[in-house]
């Protein structure tokens, strides 16, 4: 066998050999510079004014993934309208070691939201979801995109309302065609009672609403991670950010709607996404 020979025979697998080194290597120093990057988040800010903590974390994923699960995960600090608190007993985060930056997000066991809307009223939510998950694409100017979705939950509010849901949605993107932010809202199968119960009454059978905020750029420091979400939602605010709502499509037991828009001259509609600006 000459040297050609023995060349092309061994050249593949050399390669082969070279990538998986560089692959394992990069894995190691990609997870212990974010395992030290969450350890020193712990109790801290992780944003402006948004504090992260947790009892304990995992990392494994190995070559390819990041995968981390906490134990204890808490988020909390100033939202929109006042402070804000998330709590879960179990979350994951992936991440890919290469490619586009994508978080995917788990949430399971107990959870517990508690929250302040735009009349100052404070808001407390516990359940136990079926699944839980979220996914956030970042780009060069921060959150281009966030989607949840949560399947089979039941739980109560603060008064023991009890409510249950086979399926709810929240969708956030950059508008890409102009200064402003989209916002889809969805939920199949919503029964509540109590308080809980408002508009759409205590059995909302489908929801959809999509809305749409004009002036977008003054959320570009939150979707960044430079700025509070107080502060973005008073600068959207000052600058004469508006809603329109539509298209919009609810069948319950209180409000049957299908429309392309939607003048919400009560906000009622509008109080749905009211805790996010």
Do not use: C
């Amino acid at each position: 066998m000459n040297f050609s020979s023995r060349f092309w025979l061994f050249a593949p697998l050399a390669m082969f050999f070279a990538i998986a080194g560089w692959a394992m290597v990069h894995w190691w120093v990609v997870a212990d510079a974010f395992d030290k990057k969450l350890t020193a988040l712990n109790g801290h800010e992780a944003l402006p004014g948004i504090s992260v903590s947790y009892a304990g974390k995992t990392i494994s994923g190995f070559p390819f993934n990041i995968d981390v699960v906490f134990t204890g995960f808490t988020v909390e600090g100033q939202g929109a309208h006042g402070p804000f608190r998330w709590t879960t007993e179990n979350f994951a985060l992936h991440r890919l070691t290469y490619g586009r930056t994508q978080d995917i997000y788990e949430a399971a066991g107990n959870q517990t939201l508690i929250w302040t809307d735009g009349r100052g009223k404070n808001h407390q939510l516990t359940f136990l979801p079926g699944s839980l998950r979220a996914s956030a694409i970042i780009d060069g100017r921060g959150l281009l995109r966030f989607d949840l979705d949560m399947v089979a939950a039941a739980g109560s509010d603060s008064d023991g309302a009890r409510f249950t849901t086979a399926r709810s949605q929240l969708h956030l993107r950059r508008d890409p065609k102009g200064d402003a932010l989209d916002l889809m809202v969805s939920g199949d199968d919503v029964k509540a009672g109590g308080s809980i119960a408002g508009l759409f009454g205590d059995h909302i059978k489908s929801l959809k609403l999509y809305a749409t905020l004009t002036q977008g750029q003054a959320f570009a420091p939150l979707l960044a991670g430079q700025g509070s979400w107080a502060a973005a939602s008073a600068d959207w605010r000052g600058k004469g950010g508006q809603v329109a709502i539509g298209p919009v499509a609810i069948a319950s037991s209180g409000l049957n709607l299908t429309a392309n828009t939607f003048s919400d001259s009560g906000n009622d509609l509008r109080g749905v996404l009211d805790p996010l600006y």
